[in-house]
């Protein structure tokens, strides 16, 4: 038996490429094919945008699928919600679809769209967001580069955006936050019924969680004499309580924790002049809490 997995082709290809090897799943791909091979004979990935995964995982053609929660709500599917992966093309957090003008437009508001014309890729999210707003506008569909569209074309975009840098360059000026997403890992309803693919997405949910908890975190081991000890407790910014092991001479234990990465370079010489020995740094794949 093999799950069939959709994988979003375009931006965040390449980002959950790599999570899904940092979760143990090794797939590779050639630059024409929508077929990716993988070392998990249990699997069978296709490439497919993520705008169009939420339709064939509600229509049974995946098992299983990773795709953005904004596609979920644009498509209105009724699936199955595994798991929330907060990762994106370019970092590890959500990203948001904005409403924005150009910056001399005299908008401030929504309100102040009345009747005007705003381009979107997503144009049930903005509509759904006009009405709760109580604004009347003509939503038209982007087929691309939305952002140079305004003031020119349009009134308005809503746009997505991780950073803003891109909105910037274009000389445009966020009005509000019309909806925040995330990738998202869903099943089909049927196929979720079925013990063993039930079985087989969460563990695949579990890994791939688990290697997002890895992220800008590593391993730290060390030996301390037990005279030592608590002073070095207190040294140690513990994301959980630390493993204590005694070792064969019984005046020293070792002690192994998990920490944030960007404070290691700082408690490391702190740990050494504490007494700590033998300290090793080790990176992580994954971390299941």
């Known amino acids: 038996m093999k799950l069939k997995l959709g994988l979003p082709k375009g931006s965040l290809q390449d980002a959950t490429f790599q ?7 090794n797939f590779s791909v050639s630059s024409r094919s929508y077929f990716p091979s993988v070392d998990d004979p249990e699997l069978e990935g296709m490439l497919i945008r993520a705008q169009e995964l939420p339709r064939y995982v509600e229509d049974g053609v995946f098992d299983a699928a990773l795709t953005g929660h904004d596609w979920i709500v644009e498509n209105g599917v009724d699936v199955v919600s595994v798991s929330d992966l907060i990762y994106s093309k370019q970092s590890m957090r959500k990203v948001k679809w904005v ?5 001399e437009s005299p908008v401030k508001t929504v309100k102040d769209l009345q009747g005007k014309r705003i381009a979107t890729e997503v144009v049930q999210i903005t509509k759904k967001y006009l009405q709760a707003n109580g604004v009347e506008a003509h939503v038209e569909f982007s087929w691309g580069a939305t952002e140079v569209k305004t003031p020119d074309l ?23 936050v019309v909806l925040e ?38 391993g730290l ?3 301390i004499k037990k005279a030592d000890l608590s002073g070095i407790l207190e040294l140690i910014p513990a994301l959980r309580n630390p493993t204590i092991s005694p070792l064969a001479d019984e005046t020293w234990v070792a002690l192994e924790t998990i920490i944030a990465e960007d404070v290691v370079r700082k408690i490391i010489p702190l740990l050494k002049r504490a007494g700590a020995e033998g300290i090793i740094e080790y990176p992580l794949n994954k971390v299941i809490y």
């Not at 349009?154 to 509000?176: H, K, P, Q, Y």
């Open 154 to 176: 349009v009134d308005a975009i809503v746009e997505v955006t991780e950073t803003g840098s891109s909105l910037r360059a274009n000389r445009l000026r966020i009005v509000d």
């Open 99 to 103: 409403l924005a003008v150009h910056e």
């Open 19 to 25: 999570l899904m090897a940092k979760a143990g799943f």
């Open 221 to 223: 081991k060390m030996n």
């Open 181 to 218: 997403s995330n990738t998202k890992l869903i099943a089909n309803k049927e196929s979720w019924k079925d013990p063993w693919k039930r079985e087989k997405i969460e563990n695949i949910a579990m890994l791939l969680q688990g290697a997002i908890n890895a992220g800008g975190k590593v």
